[in-house]
């Protein structure tokens, strides 16, 4: 491998953040960890067709083993590390994942780059980054698919919202409370509501939740539980991943409960298990290629309720995490990804539409955000948008990264407003997500009322944990399915907007298919599930033909 021959690895540029300044060079012998994503040795095939009885999916090891890196390029790119002084901290050949560590001046020589301390004096935002490509030998260059780490910059919001006043004023969710009772819920009220399955309670499953802050207290998960009836509640697990740990007492709590909460309250028998990481493109891929590869955990379902507009990503990172999501898809594990609290600008200055990532994934079930209204215990629901109180609204709209899956081919999707672009349609599916009807957690010690779709993410990963144990195997890769069932599966929202698109029958670019009956998506799963008999051998031709439609799930 020449290694005179440098060439920049494509996808890889960066940009300062708005407002940054350079503070200083970061000192030549700080020690700087770096991951580094390697080639597939082999395409997966696209599991994005049929029904789950057609569907077999891989363990791990032999997913790992015909999809992982190739050794030749572990031991390429272990040379090149050997080369510039740089130490292989670990090596995960089934998630193509290297983990390389330095002096600060090693790892700039190594890949190209100059590396600063910045700084955004009006947010008070520290980090380590660079500018422009990362470089490697030529030789080296089509091995890679990313290099992450090098900048450390924060990639990605919780996408949860206390209601106004809840967390100031610390509310108290009681019988006595008559107030906080009439527009909020539990998590077990919401699943009488939407339906779910009864009898189940998520045993023989594993529900892995990513956090990129915050932490949870074990006080707070007992009491949380016990207030429901629930006793004992799930086991909980904190798993670090690059030294992310379980830290309570800061703002992102808040997320962190909600997830184990919302989840766990659907699941209560499943086992938990919570993947911290930091707060940045390698941790973020990181995190996940973890959980997904997990061969002692096993998880069948991923909750991700964190994210950022899929353009203030480099591509290389997009591109590492695709992949990430893509072995979920390979090996079973469902992933639900909130679709982003902000409208369909996504929070972007400048008056364009945006989509959340990884929401945006092909291979994410991405979850957005409804209001509820419960009169004589009915159910009614219009699209979540409160940004005139600045409480927030459902993400949604039309990916301009990522092309129109197989599956949404006749969804409807309409071209992305901006660029007319017909991409990935966001979200796939919704639920409650309105702060104002938002779910009763416990967080810090305190009860309070939260909303945003980081609630529906956990409260769809709890359905689909029940599904796996029905089913007595993971639904997975569940997106081509859910779309082959009829609209009558699902509570279809057709009021409301997220800004630039408006909710309608069918999918729409706010809630998706709907808000889950999970009954009925239960049954047509296991119809789905079930391969039609063999044709039996008529001994003369039959007099009249009486053909049934495969797949047809029930109608509620």
């Known amino acids: 491998m020449a290694t005179n021959n440098r060439v920049s690895l494509p996808g890889t540029k960066r940009e300062p953040v708005e407002g940054a300044q350079i503070t200083g060079p970061v000192d030549s012998k700080e020690t700087v960890q770096v991951t580094v994503v390697l080639r597939r040795r082999s395409d997966p095939h696209q599991i994005a067709h049929t029904t789950p009885s057609d569907r077999n999916y891989a363990d791990r090891q032999a997913y790992g083993g015909a999809h992982g890196a190739h050794p030749n390029d572990i031991v390429a790119l272990e040379k090149f590390a050997h080369d510039h002084q740089l130490t292989v901290v670990e090596s995960h050949a089934e998630s193509r994942r290297v983990r390389l560590s330095g002096s600060a001046d090693a790892i700039q020589k190594a890949f190209g780059v100059s590396l600063s301390h910045y700084e955004v004096a009006s947010s008070g935002l520290k980090y380590r980054g660079r500018t422009g490509s990362i470089s490697v030998p030529e030789g080296l260059a089509p091995m890679i698919m990313a290099v992450l780490g090098l900048d450390n910059r924060p990639v990605a919001t919780p996408h949860f919202r206390y209601r106004a006043g809840s967390k100031a004023q610390a509310s108290r969710v009681s019988s006595s409370n008559a107030a906080v009772q ?80 919302v989840a766990g309250a659907i699941a209560p028998n499943a086992q938990i298990a919570v993947y911290f990481a930091p707060n940045t493109d390698q941790g973020f891929v990181d995190a996940i290629s973890q959980a997904v590869h997990d061969t002692a955990r096993q998880p069948s379902v991923l909750s991700i309720s964190w994210g950022g507009p899929e353009d203030s990503w480099t591509e290389q990172a997009r591109t590492a995490m695709n992949a990430a999501l893509e072995d979920a ?31 945006s994934s092909p291979y994410s079930l991405a979850c957005g955000g409804t209001t509820i209204q419960v009169n004589n215990g009915v159910l009614s629901e219009t699209v979540w948008n409160e940004l005139h109180s600045k409480e927030g609204a459902t993400g949604g709209g039309v990916s301009i ?156």
């Open 329 to 359: 898809a390979g090996v079973g594990v469902t992933v639900t990804v909130a679709a982003g609290d902000n409208g369909s600008t996504d929070g972007v200055k400048g008056g364009k539409q945006h989509v959340d990532f990884p929401a």
């Open 401 to 556: 990264e990522f092309p129109l899956p197989a599956y949404q081919q006749a969804a409807g999707v309409p071209p992305q407003v901006d660029t007319g672009f017909v991409g990935r349609g966001v979200p796939d599916v919704a639920g409650d997500a309105d702060p104002e009807t938002g779910y009763q957690v416990v967080v810090d010690g305190q009860q309070t009322v939260i909303g945003g779709t980081s609630a529906v993410a956990p409260l769809w990963a709890g359905l689909i944990a029940l599904f796996n144990q029905q089913l007595g195997k993971p639904v997975g890769y569940l997106n081509p399915t859910l779309y082959q069932f009829p609209e009558s599966t699902y509570n279809d929202v057709t009021q409301g907007n997220n800004g630039s698109y408006s909710a309608g029958p069918g999918w729409d670019a706010c809630t998706g298919l709907g808000s889950p009956n999970g009954q009925a998506i239960l049954a047509a799963l296991q119809q789905a599930a079930t391969p039609a008999p063999a044709p039996s051998q008529p001994t003369a031709p039959p007099l009249q033909s009486n053909k049934a439609v495969a797949g047809t799930a029930p109608v509620r």
């Open 182 to 261: 009439a527009t909020s819920y539990s998590a077990l009220q919401l699943a009488q509501l939407y339906q779910f399955p009864t009898g189940l309670n998520g045993s023989g499953q594993t529900i892995a939740i990513l956090e990129l802050g915050g932490g949870y207290s074990t006080d707070d998960l007992n009491t949380y539980f016990s207030g429901l009836g629930i006793s004992p509640g799930p086991t909980v697990t904190a798993i670090s991943v690059d030294n992310g740990q379980n830290s309570p007492g800061g703002d992102a709590d808040g997320e962190v409960m909600l997830d184990i909460e």
